[in-house]
């Protein structure tokens, strides 16, 4: 069954420090793309950075990088320099290219960022 | 701002009643998907369009339905409704809607059922 799993409910970091937020995944299929999202408290739902399955490096944007360890079926989030602006929900979501690709999403990470 | 909008930003409504929510896609882009998010089932994922036809189905009741029009736009039709129904609702577009397309959210209509 296709799966993602964020293990932590809240995380706490000091501004300016870098944040690792977890996220493991469960697909059979061969292909598939993994995302981020943010979702501050106004409730948007804000696209951070992707990750295809066949990609060879790591996939970076700005102050976000994405730690794809294809074996281990994990594809964590690293922010780097946190500001207090990346207070949110973050969600990671997985999308299979096969079985009529739906897109999963996991539970979230509520970020706490302090001064 | 995604470019993709969504109409009503809120809607208050009663058991049973019926309601449409509408979703403009970002400029270009042929896919839209429906999802909804509630505080006990998180986000899910309810259906996808492409080019006016459906792509795939998720978690969509039978009282809910969606089409997507010639002109792109979509439309979610919430029937029946009951109190669990409560939720914040996301249309999302996509340029072409492989694994590897990105999805950018509208802002979302939060409906209320009382």
């Known amino acids: 069954a296709q799966k993602i799993t964020q293990t932590q409910p809240g995380m706490f970091v000091q501004e300016k420090e870098a944040v690792t937020l977890d996220c493991t995944y469960d697909?059979?299929?061969?292909?598939?793309?993994l995302f981020w999202y943010k979702q501050p408290s106004s409730g948007e739902m804000i696209f951070l950075i992707y990750?295809?399955?066949?990609?060879?490096q790591n996939a970076t944007e700005g102050r976000y990088s994405l730690n794809f360890q294809k074996a281990r079926k994990s594809a964590n989030l690293v922010i780097s320099a946190s500001q207090l602006g990346d207070s949110a929900m973050y969600f990671c979501?997985?999308?299979?290219?096969?079985?009529?690709?739906?897109?999963?999403f996991g539970a979230g990470t509520r970020l706490f960022v302090k001064a | 701002d995604s470019g993709v909008t969504q109409t009503p930003k809120h809607l208050i409504t009663a058991t049973g009643q019926r309601v449409t929510l509408r979703c403009s896609p970002r400029?270009?882009?042929?896919?839209v998907y429906w999802y909804q998010q509630s505080l006990d089932q998180g986000l899910q994922f309810l259906i996808q369009?492409?080019?006016?036809?459906?792509?795939a189905k998720g978690n969509i009741l039978e009282r809910f339905s969606a089409q997507q029009f010639p002109d792109l736009h979509s439309e979610l039709n919430l029937s029946s409704l009951e109190l669990g129904d409560s939720a914040l609702y996301f249309c999302?577009?996509?340029?072409?809607?492989?694994?590897?397309?990105?999805?950018?959210f509208g802002p979302g209509t939060r409906l209320t059922v009382l």
């Open positions: 369009y492409y080019n006016g036809e459906e792509r």
């Open positions: 990750q295809g399955s066949y990609d060879q």
């Open positions: 999302a577009s996509s340029a072409s809607g492989g694994d590897a397309d990105t999805q950018y």
């Open positions: 400029s270009g882009d042929l896919s």
């Open positions: 697909t059979s299929d061969p292909s598939y793309g």
């Open positions: 979501a997985m999308r299979p290219n096969t079985g009529g690709f739906k897109t999963i």
